[in-house]
C-alpha cells in the first residue's frame, strides 16, 4: 500500500490521471488497500461496493485515453449513508432502516456520479443522524484515527474518519446542527456548511432551513473542487440558489477585516482552544488581516432554541419514515430520547425558536458585518475529549472542570439557526490528546467566496497536516 498515495489530494490526482502518471485504478487499489488494514480499528465504512469500484475505475482509467474524462472521473468518494443512491441500501444507522433501498438518488451524490466520482463505500452515521458523535446499535462504534478512544464527531463522522484514514479522496456529509463541521473538526479535515439550497435537496429536509448537504475533503483546493460539482439549483427543488462559482484562485486576505469571539460570550471553551484560536488570528494577521474580538451579545439560550426546532421537525418526519414505529427501546438510548423529549415541543416552542434566532441574526449583523468587519472566526468546538461510546442521554460531559450538557460541546447549531449564513471549518492544531482542533469562518450571508478566501489564505499560511504527511498512526 502507498500511503501518500491514499491521502493525495483530489486536485493533485487528477493532474496526475491526465498526465497518465497515475491511474484511477492505482489511486482505487490503494485507498482499498488502506481499508483493508484500518477499518477493523476505526469502523468508517458500512458498505462497501470493492468489485464494481474497480470496474468504474478501469472504465474510467480508459476515459482518460480516450479522452472522454469527465471533471471528477475516477476519484473515489464516500458516501454518508443518509444520501439516498437508487438501487443501493440506506440505512441512517438505523436497525428500523435494514434493508431499505431507494428508487431515486439524491442531489448531491447524483452530481458526483455524473461527474465522473466512484462511489466505493459507504460511510457510518448515528442513528438517524440524531447526535454528535457516530454510534449505533446497526454498526457499532467509529473511532478517531488520532486517537482511537475518542469520537470522531456526527453526524458525518464516517465522512470523516475516512478522509482521515486515508480511505477515500472526498466524502459528502449533511449538516442540520453541525454534522459536517464537527467530525470536520475533530478529525482535521476541511468541511463546509452552504447556505441553505446552494446544494439542492430533496422533501422534506429541504423545507428545513438548518439542513443542508456539504463536502468534506483534506484540503481547501478540494473543497472547491466538489462544491463547484454539487452546487447549483435544481429544476425539481424550489429552495435551491442560484449558482455561486467558487473561483480557482481566491485573493489574499491583506486588508481584510475578520471579527473574532471565542466563546460567543456565552459558551465555556477549554484554554488550549482558546490559545489556538488566538494562534489561528495571529496567520492572518501575519498575511495582512486585521482582528479583532467582538461581542456577539449571545446567551446560552440558543442551543436549547435549536433543539426544540429539531425535535419539533424530525420527531414527526421519522415516525412517517417508518411504516409502523417500532417500541422506543428498539432504538439506540439517545433516539429513545431524542422521540420522548420531543412530543412535548409545540408549534409555540418553534415560533419562539424563529424569533430568537432572528435575534441572534440582528446581534450578529450589528456586531460584526454592520461594524465594518468581512467575516467571523470563532472554535468549532469546546473541547477535544468527547469518548468515541458518548451517549448524550445518559453521560456527563465536563467541558474546562466543569459539567455542561450535550450541547455544551459544539458552537455550530448556531449556524444552522442563521442557515444562509457560509461555514467553513479547517483545522489549526491539535490539542494534548491528539486529537485535531477545528476553527469555523462564517461568511456574511450566502457570500461563500468570503470563508472560502479566508479559508484558503489560512491555509497557505499554516498548511495543513495531510499536505506536510503527517498521518494518524491507525495501523
Given at each position: 500500500m502507498d500511503l501518500e498515495l491514499c491521502y493525495l489530494s483530489a486536485v493533485d490526482a487528477l493532474e496526475r490521471f491526465k498526465a497518465k502518471t497515475l491511474s484511477p485504478v492505482e489511486l482505487l487499489e490503494a485507498v482499498i488497500s488502506r481499508s483493508e488494514a484500518v477499518e477493523s480499528k476505526i469502523n468508517a465504512f458500512c458498505f462497501t461496493y470493492y468489485e464494481e469500484a474497480m470496474d468504474l475505475a478501469r472504465k474510467a482509467e480508459q476515459a482518460y485515453v480516450s479522452g472522454k474524462a469527465r471533471p471528477l472521473e475516477g476519484l473515489p468518494v464516500a458516501v454518508k449513508d443518509e444520501h439516498m443512491i437508487a438501487g443501493k441500501e440506506m440505512t441512517n444507522g438505523s436497525l428500523h432502516l435494514k434493508g431499505?433501498?431507494?428508487?431515486?438518488?439524491?442531489?448531491?451524490?447524483?452530481?458526483l456520479i455524473n461527474a465522473g466520482a466512484i462511489v466505493h463505500a459507504r460511510t457510518t452515521t448515528p442513528e438517524l443522524s440524531m447526535t454528535y458523535v457516530t454510534w449505533s446499535k446497526m454498526y457499532g462504534i467509529t473511532r478517531n484515527p488520532w486517537n482511537l478512544d475518542i469520537s470522531v464527531g456526527g453526524s458525518s463522522g464516517g465522512s470523516g474518519c475516512s478522509l482521515a484514514s486515508g480511505t477515500s479522496t472526498l466524502a459528502t456529509g449533511s449538516d442540520i446542527g453541525g454534522s459536517i463541521r464537527i467530525p470536520s473538526a475533530m478529525n482535521g479535515v476541511v468541511g463546509f456548511k452552504p447556505p441553505k439550497g446552494r446544494i439542492p435537496g430533496g422533501f422534506p429536509w429541504?423545507?428545513?432551513?438548518?439542513?443542508?448537504?456539504?463536502?468534506?475533503?483534506?484540503?481547501?483546493?478540494?473543497?472547491?473542487?466538489?462544491?463547484?460539482?454539487?452546487?447549483?439549483?435544481?429544476?425539481?427543488?424550489?429552495?435551491?440558489?442560484?449558482?455561486?462559482?467558487?473561483?480557482?484562485?481566491?485573493?489574499?486576505?491583506?486588508?481584510?477585516?475578520?471579527?473574532?469571539?471565542?466563546?460567543?460570550?456565552?459558551?465555556?471553551?477549554?484554554?488550549?482552544?482558546?490559545?489556538?484560536?488566538?494562534?489561528?488570528?495571529?496567520?492572518?494577521?501575519?498575511?495582512?488581516?486585521?482582528?479583532?474580538?467582538?461581542?456577539?451579545?449571545?446567551?446560552?439560550?440558543?442551543?436549547?432554541?435549536?433543539?426544540?426546532?429539531?425535535?419539533?421537525?424530525?420527531?414527526?418526519?421519522?415516525?412517517?419514515?417508518?411504516?409502523?414505529?417500532?417500541?422506543?427501546?428498539?432504538?439506540?438510548?439517545?433516539?429513545?430520547?431524542?422521540?420522548?423529549?420531543?412530543?412535548?415541543?409545540?408549534?409555540?416552542?418553534?415560533?419562539?425558536?424563529?424569533?430568537?434566532?432572528?435575534?441572534?441574526?440582528?446581534?450578529?449583523?450589528?456586531?460584526?458585518?454592520?461594524?465594518?468587519?468581512?467575516?467571523?472566526?470563532?472554535?468549532?468546538?469546546?473541547?477535544?475529549?468527547?469518548?468515541?461510546?458518548?451517549?448524550?442521554?445518559?453521560?456527563?460531559?465536563?467541558?474546562?472542570?466543569?459539567?455542561?450538557?450535550?450541547?455544551?460541546?459544539?458552537?455550530?447549531?448556531?449556524?444552522?439557526?442563521?442557515?444562509?449564513?457560509?461555514?467553513?471549518?479547517?483545522?489549526?492544531?491539535?490539542?494534548?490528546?491528539?486529537?485535531?482542533?477545528?476553527?469555523?469562518?462564517?461568511?456574511?450571508?450566502?457570500?461563500?467566496?468570503?470563508?472560502?478566501?479566508?479559508?484558503?489564505?489560512?491555509?497557505?499560511?499554516?498548511?495543513?497536516?495531510?499536505?506536510?504527511?503527517?498521518?494518524?498512526?491507525?495501523?
Open positions: 431499505f433501498i431507494p428508487d431515486y438518488t439524491d442531489t448531491m451524490p447524483e452530481r429541504n423545507r428545513d432551513t438548518y439542513e443542508t448537504s456539504g463536502p468534506l475533503a483534506r484540503c481547501i483546493d478540494d473543497l472547491v473542487l466538489m462544491q463547484n460539482i454539487v452546487s447549483g439549483p435544481h429544476p425539481h427543488d424550489m429552495f435551491s440558489l442560484p449558482p455561486l462559482k467558487l473561483p480557482a484562485h481566491f485573493g489574499s486576505v491583506k486588508g481584510m477585516r475578520i471579527a473574532m469571539s471565542e466563546d460567543f460570550g456565552c459558551m465555556r471553551v477549554e484554554s488550549d482552544i482558546r490559545q489556538m484560536l488566538n494562534d489561528a488570528a495571529d496567520v492572518l494577521r501575519s498575511l495582512g488581516a486585521e482582528v479583532m474580538p467582538v461581542d456577539l451579545g449571545w446567551d446560552r439560550t440558543y442551543g436549547t432554541m435549536a433543539w426544540a426546532h429539531l425535535s419539533y421537525m424530525a420527531c414527526e418526519l421519522f415516525r412517517e419514515m417508518f411504516p409502523k414505529m417500532p417500541p422506543l427501546e428498539e432504538f439506540t438510548p439517545y433516539i429513545q430520547k431524542f422521540f420522548e423529549d420531543g412530543s412535548d415541543v409545540t408549534l409555540k416552542d418553534e415560533i419562539e425558536s424563529w424569533q430568537h434566532a432572528d435575534e441572534m441574526y440582528r446581534k450578529l449583523q450589528d456586531a460584526v458585518f454592520q461594524s465594518g468587519f468581512d467575516a467571523l472566526i470563532c472554535p468549532t468546538l469546546t473541547t477535544c475529549n468527547m469518548p468515541a461510546d458518548f451517549d448524550h442521554s445518559q453521560d456527563i460531559l465536563v467541558v474546562d472542570g466543569q459539567e455542561v450538557d450535550f450541547l455544551g460541546f459544539i458552537m455550530t447549531p448556531a449556524f444552522n439557526m442563521l442557515g444562509m449564513m457560509p461555514v467553513v471549518n479547517i483545522p489549526i492544531g491539535q490539542a494534548a490528546n491528539n486529537v485535531p482542533v477545528g476553527m469555523q469562518i462564517v461568511g456574511p450571508t450566502i457570500q461563500d467566496d468570503v470563508a472560502f478566501r479566508i479559508a484558503k489564505a489560512y491555509e497557505s499560511g499554516n498548511p495543513l497536516p495531510y499536505s506536510q504527511k503527517i498521518f494518524p498512526l491507525v495501523d
